[in-house]
Protein backbone atom coordinates (compact mmCIF):
# COMPACT_ATOMS: atom_id res chain seq x y z
CA UNK A 1 0.00 0.00 0.00
CA UNK A 2 1.17 3.52 -0.90
CA UNK A 3 2.18 5.67 2.07
CA UNK A 4 3.07 9.21 1.80
CA UNK A 5 5.63 10.39 4.57
CA UNK A 6 6.31 14.19 5.18
CA UNK A 7 9.31 15.85 7.06
CA UNK A 8 9.68 17.89 9.23
CA UNK A 9 5.84 18.02 10.39
CA UNK A 10 6.81 21.33 11.58
CA UNK A 11 8.94 24.20 10.46
CA UNK A 12 9.55 27.99 11.82
CA UNK A 13 11.78 30.55 9.50
CA UNK A 14 12.69 34.22 9.92
CA UNK A 15 10.81 35.97 7.07
CA UNK A 16 13.10 35.73 3.45
CA UNK A 17 14.62 32.39 3.79
CA UNK A 18 14.23 30.26 1.10
CA UNK A 19 13.40 26.66 2.49
CA UNK A 20 12.40 23.36 1.18
CA UNK A 21 9.38 20.86 2.30
CA UNK A 22 10.16 17.13 1.91
CA UNK A 23 7.40 14.56 0.69
CA UNK A 24 8.66 11.00 0.07
CA UNK A 25 6.62 8.03 -1.09
CA UNK A 26 6.78 3.85 -1.37
CA UNK A 27 5.16 3.17 -4.37
CA UNK A 28 6.94 4.59 -7.14
CA UNK A 29 3.81 3.36 -9.52
CA UNK A 30 2.22 7.22 -9.67
CA UNK A 31 0.11 9.07 -11.93
CA UNK A 32 1.50 12.46 -10.61
CA UNK A 33 2.41 14.11 -7.31
CA UNK A 34 0.46 17.62 -6.07
CA UNK A 35 1.42 20.21 -3.45
CA UNK A 36 -1.49 21.78 -1.39
CA UNK A 37 -1.73 24.40 1.03
CA UNK A 38 -4.48 24.08 4.05
CA UNK A 39 -4.92 27.49 5.96
CA UNK A 40 -6.58 26.66 9.52
CA UNK A 41 -10.13 25.99 8.97
CA UNK A 42 -10.18 25.94 5.54
CA UNK A 43 -10.30 23.69 2.23
CA UNK A 44 -6.45 22.98 0.62
CA UNK A 45 -5.52 24.45 -2.51
CA UNK A 46 -3.20 23.16 -5.01
CA UNK A 47 -0.30 25.22 -5.66
CA UNK A 48 1.45 22.88 -7.96
CA UNK A 49 1.10 19.49 -9.87
CA UNK A 50 3.92 17.22 -11.64
CA UNK A 51 2.62 14.51 -13.59
CA UNK A 52 4.84 11.20 -13.55
CA UNK A 53 6.58 12.32 -16.87
CA UNK A 54 7.87 15.42 -15.48
CA UNK A 55 10.98 16.31 -13.05
CA UNK A 56 10.09 19.74 -12.00
CA UNK A 57 7.00 22.67 -11.79
CA UNK A 58 7.19 26.02 -11.11
CA UNK A 59 4.43 28.55 -10.24
CA UNK A 60 5.94 31.85 -9.09
CA UNK A 61 8.24 31.47 -5.86
CA UNK A 62 7.41 28.13 -5.87
CA UNK A 63 9.44 24.88 -7.08
CA UNK A 64 8.26 21.10 -6.51
CA UNK A 65 10.72 18.60 -8.21
CA UNK A 66 9.57 14.68 -8.79
CA UNK A 67 12.36 11.54 -8.56
CA UNK A 68 9.86 8.85 -8.54
CA UNK A 69 12.57 6.54 -8.86
CA UNK A 70 13.81 7.47 -5.24
CA UNK A 71 10.00 8.16 -4.40
CA UNK A 72 10.79 11.59 -3.20
CA UNK A 73 9.77 15.23 -4.48
CA UNK A 74 10.53 18.26 -2.86
CA UNK A 75 8.72 21.90 -2.43
CA UNK A 76 11.09 25.05 -3.05
CA UNK A 77 9.74 28.36 -1.63
CA UNK A 78 11.74 31.51 -2.27
CA UNK A 79 12.28 34.41 0.06
CA UNK A 80 9.63 33.20 2.32
CA UNK A 81 6.86 35.61 3.52
CA UNK A 82 4.68 35.28 6.79
CA UNK A 83 1.75 35.36 4.23
CA UNK A 84 3.27 32.00 3.18
CA UNK A 85 2.30 30.78 6.90
CA UNK A 86 0.79 27.54 6.63
CA UNK A 87 0.00 23.51 6.54
CA UNK A 88 1.49 22.51 3.15
CA UNK A 89 0.29 18.92 1.96
CA UNK A 90 1.93 16.23 -1.09
CA UNK A 91 -0.38 13.77 -2.59
CA UNK A 92 0.10 11.19 -4.62
CA UNK A 93 -2.29 9.45 -7.90
CA UNK A 94 -2.14 5.85 -8.24
CA UNK A 95 -3.09 4.08 -10.84
CA UNK A 96 -6.60 3.19 -9.66
CA UNK A 97 -8.02 6.94 -9.28
CA UNK A 98 -7.01 6.98 -5.44
CA UNK A 99 -5.45 9.69 -3.61
CA UNK A 100 -2.87 9.37 -0.91
CA UNK A 101 -2.13 11.92 0.89
CA UNK A 102 0.88 12.83 3.83
CA UNK A 103 0.49 14.25 6.76
CA UNK A 104 1.66 17.72 6.11
CA UNK A 105 4.43 20.67 7.28
CA UNK A 106 2.95 22.96 9.34
CA UNK A 107 5.13 26.33 8.28
CA UNK A 108 5.59 29.35 10.32
CA UNK A 109 7.43 32.22 8.72
CA UNK A 110 8.43 35.08 11.29
CA UNK A 111 8.54 39.06 10.24
CA UNK B 1 -16.79 30.42 -11.27
CA UNK B 2 -16.05 27.51 -11.13
CA UNK B 3 -15.22 25.11 -8.07
CA UNK B 4 -16.90 23.07 -5.07
CA UNK B 5 -19.30 24.00 -2.84
CA UNK B 6 -19.68 22.84 0.40
CA UNK B 7 -22.85 23.11 3.00
CA UNK B 8 -23.06 23.89 5.78
CA UNK B 9 -19.74 25.29 6.70
CA UNK B 10 -20.50 24.80 10.51
CA UNK B 11 -22.91 21.98 11.56
CA UNK B 12 -24.13 20.55 14.99
CA UNK B 13 -25.48 17.49 16.04
CA UNK B 14 -27.13 15.86 18.78
CA UNK B 15 -26.75 12.34 19.53
CA UNK B 16 -28.65 9.77 17.79
CA UNK B 17 -29.11 12.08 14.39
CA UNK B 18 -28.29 11.51 10.98
CA UNK B 19 -26.89 14.39 9.33
CA UNK B 20 -26.15 15.47 5.11
CA UNK B 21 -23.35 17.43 4.39
CA UNK B 22 -23.64 18.46 0.73
CA UNK B 23 -20.89 19.08 -1.76
CA UNK B 24 -21.59 20.28 -5.37
CA UNK B 25 -19.19 20.80 -8.29
CA UNK B 26 -19.54 23.04 -11.34
CA UNK B 27 -16.17 21.90 -12.75
CA UNK B 28 -17.78 19.17 -15.15
CA UNK B 29 -15.60 16.86 -13.18
CA UNK B 30 -16.63 13.08 -13.05
CA UNK B 31 -14.75 11.83 -10.01
CA UNK B 32 -15.73 12.59 -6.28
CA UNK B 33 -13.98 12.31 -3.31
CA UNK B 34 -15.11 12.43 0.84
CA UNK B 35 -12.13 12.99 3.19
CA UNK B 36 -12.47 13.33 7.10
CA UNK B 37 -9.58 15.52 8.86
CA UNK B 38 -8.73 15.34 12.51
CA UNK B 39 -6.66 17.62 14.59
CA UNK B 40 -3.26 16.85 13.83
CA UNK B 41 -4.04 13.89 11.29
CA UNK B 42 -3.63 13.87 7.72
CA UNK B 43 -6.84 13.31 5.42
CA UNK B 44 -8.63 9.85 5.70
CA UNK B 45 -10.83 8.92 2.56
CA UNK B 46 -14.50 8.15 3.90
CA UNK B 47 -16.31 7.45 0.26
CA UNK B 48 -15.47 8.81 -3.72
CA UNK B 49 -17.42 8.21 -6.74
CA UNK B 50 -15.82 7.92 -10.19
CA UNK B 51 -19.06 8.00 -12.17
CA UNK B 52 -22.69 8.63 -11.95
CA UNK B 53 -24.43 5.93 -9.97
CA UNK B 54 -21.68 4.41 -8.93
CA UNK B 55 -19.07 4.68 -5.82
CA UNK B 56 -16.83 3.07 -3.55
CA UNK B 57 -15.74 2.79 0.53
CA UNK B 58 -12.88 4.06 1.20
CA UNK B 59 -10.79 3.43 4.54
CA UNK B 60 -13.51 4.42 7.04
CA UNK B 61 -16.68 4.26 5.57
CA UNK B 62 -18.24 2.77 8.73
CA UNK B 63 -21.32 5.27 9.92
CA UNK B 64 -21.44 7.05 5.95
CA UNK B 65 -23.42 6.49 3.09
CA UNK B 66 -23.52 8.69 0.08
CA UNK B 67 -25.13 8.95 -3.36
CA UNK B 68 -24.74 10.06 -6.61
CA UNK B 69 -27.59 10.65 -8.71
CA UNK B 70 -26.38 13.79 -10.43
CA UNK B 71 -22.51 14.31 -11.81
CA UNK B 72 -22.53 17.73 -10.01
CA UNK B 73 -23.69 16.50 -6.70
CA UNK B 74 -22.08 14.12 -4.10
CA UNK B 75 -24.12 14.31 -0.67
CA UNK B 76 -22.50 12.42 2.51
CA UNK B 77 -24.68 11.72 5.58
CA UNK B 78 -22.95 11.01 8.84
CA UNK B 79 -25.24 8.53 10.23
CA UNK B 80 -26.00 7.54 13.98
CA UNK B 81 -23.85 4.67 13.69
CA UNK B 82 -20.85 7.20 13.09
CA UNK B 83 -19.12 6.88 17.39
CA UNK B 84 -17.22 9.51 16.76
CA UNK B 85 -18.84 12.08 13.96
CA UNK B 86 -16.97 15.20 15.20
CA UNK B 87 -14.60 16.32 12.27
CA UNK B 88 -13.73 18.53 9.32
CA UNK B 89 -15.08 17.21 6.90
CA UNK B 90 -13.61 17.74 2.92
CA UNK B 91 -14.85 17.22 -0.45
CA UNK B 92 -12.93 17.04 -3.71
CA UNK B 93 -13.49 16.16 -7.46
CA UNK B 94 -11.02 15.62 -10.41
CA UNK B 95 -11.65 15.49 -13.57
CA UNK B 96 -11.10 12.45 -15.97
CA UNK B 97 -11.96 8.89 -14.32
CA UNK B 98 -8.20 6.96 -14.70
CA UNK B 99 -8.97 3.66 -16.41
CA UNK B 100 -12.68 4.18 -17.43
CA UNK B 101 -11.67 6.89 -19.92
CA UNK B 102 -8.73 5.63 -20.57
CA UNK B 103 -7.08 9.74 -19.93
CA UNK B 104 -4.45 10.93 -17.44
CA UNK B 105 -5.92 11.71 -14.07
CA UNK B 106 -5.91 15.26 -13.04
CA UNK B 107 -5.33 17.77 -10.46
CA UNK B 108 -7.38 17.47 -7.09
CA UNK B 109 -9.99 20.61 -6.22
CA UNK B 110 -11.32 21.23 -2.76
CA UNK B 111 -14.72 22.81 -1.23
CA UNK B 112 -14.12 24.77 2.21
CA UNK B 113 -14.95 22.08 4.15
CA UNK B 114 -17.47 21.70 6.70
CA UNK B 115 -17.13 21.24 10.21
CA UNK B 116 -19.13 18.50 12.62
CA UNK B 117 -19.53 19.18 15.86
CA UNK B 118 -21.64 16.47 18.24
CA UNK B 119 -23.11 17.81 20.93
Known amino acids: KQEVTQIPAALSVPEGENLVLNCSFT??????LQWFRQDPGKGLTSLLL?????REQTSGRLNASLDKSSGRSTLYIAASQPGDSATYLC??????????FGSGTKLNVKP | DGGITQSPKYLFRKEGQNVTLSCEQN?????MYWYRQDPGQGLRLIYY???????QKGDIAEGYSVSREKKESFPLTVTSAQKNPTAFYLC??????????????????FGEGSRLTVL
Open chain 2, 92 to 109: ASSMAAGWFRGGVPGELF
Open chain 1, 27 to 32: DSAIYN
Open chain 1, 50 to 54: IQSSQ
Open chain 1, 91 to 100: AVLDNFNKFY
Open chain 2, 27 to 31: LNHDA
Open chain 2, 49 to 55: SQIVNDF
